[in-house]
């Protein structure tokens, strides 16, 4: 079955410090993979996403993420931190054939301890 | 309108009682979405719309939630006899011809009581 998996529920960094959410996902062809953030009271909003090509993707906001088919992981990275950050981040797996027909995963909630 | 637009931002209802919640997307998307998501978990995809017509609603839960989008652009989620279950924020999202990502609203907080 295709699926999304956030192993860490709830992270705190420090400001400044750097950040790896983690996201395994099973899908048994090539996914749209992609992370969102949700703020309070906020829609979500696309940090980035990967279809094909290059491993390591750019974002907004200083993320980005590397896919790593082996692993079949998209870890979302960002080196430092700022306490705008604060959210929660979800990892979805679209289909290729419905790229708007998401899995999500359960989210990471993240802290920025000042 | 610049974004997608969700009303209303939230609803409180008692149990047994239906409820319209409504969508309005970026003007001249074509596709929308409607998403699902409960206290402490990820969004689930409800249904989703090309044009007028319902191309999958496979995530719809039972046969009290309806959803219909008749001239191709606002959409209206319906639920009949709510339950405590419900109680979820209703989330809408549009995607232009073309594009792969989704555009999302700010939701629709449902309570049921």
């Known amino acids: 079955a295709q699926s999304v998996t956030q192993p860490d529920i709830h992270i705190t960094v420090s400001e400044g410090a750097s950040l790896e959410l983690r996201c395994n996902y099973s899908?048994?062809?090539?996914?749209?993979l992609f992370w969102y953030v949700q703020s309070p009271g906020q829609g979500l909003q696309l940090l980035l996403k990967?279809?094909?090509?290059?491993?390591l993707v750019q974002g907004i906001k200083g993320f980005e993420a590397e896919f790593k088919r082996s692993q079949s992981s998209f870890n979302l990275r960002k080196p430092s931190v700022h306490w705008s950050d604060a959210a929660e981040y979800f990892c979805?797996?679209?289909?290729?054939?419905?790229?708007?027909?998401?899995?999500f995963g359960q989210g990471t909630t993240l802290q920025v301890k000042p | 309108g610049a974004g997608v637009s969700q009303t209303p931002s939230n609803k409180v209802t008692e149990k047994g009682k239906y409820v319209e919640l409504r969508c309005d997307p970026i003007?001249?998307?074509?596709?929308l979405y409607w998403y699902r998501q409960s206290l402490g978990q990820g969004p689930e995809f409800l249904i989703y719309?090309?044009?007028?017509?319902?191309?999958?609603d496979s995530g719809l839960p039972n046969d009290r939630f309806f959803a219909v989008r008749p001239e191709g652009s606002v959409s209206t989620l319906k639920i009949q006899r709510t339950e405590r279950g419900d109680s979820a924020v209703y989330l809408c999202a549009s995607r232009g011809s073309g594009a792969n990502v989704l555009t999302f609203g700010a939701g629709s907080r449902l309570t049921v009581l």
């Open positions: 899908y048994g062809a090539t996914p749209y």
């Open positions: 979805a797996v679209g289909a290729t054939s419905n790229t708007g027909k998401l899995i």
């Open positions: 719309f090309q044009g007028t017509g319902a191309a999958d």
């Open positions: 003007s001249g998307h074509t596709a």
């Open positions: 990967y279809f094909s090509g290059d491993t």
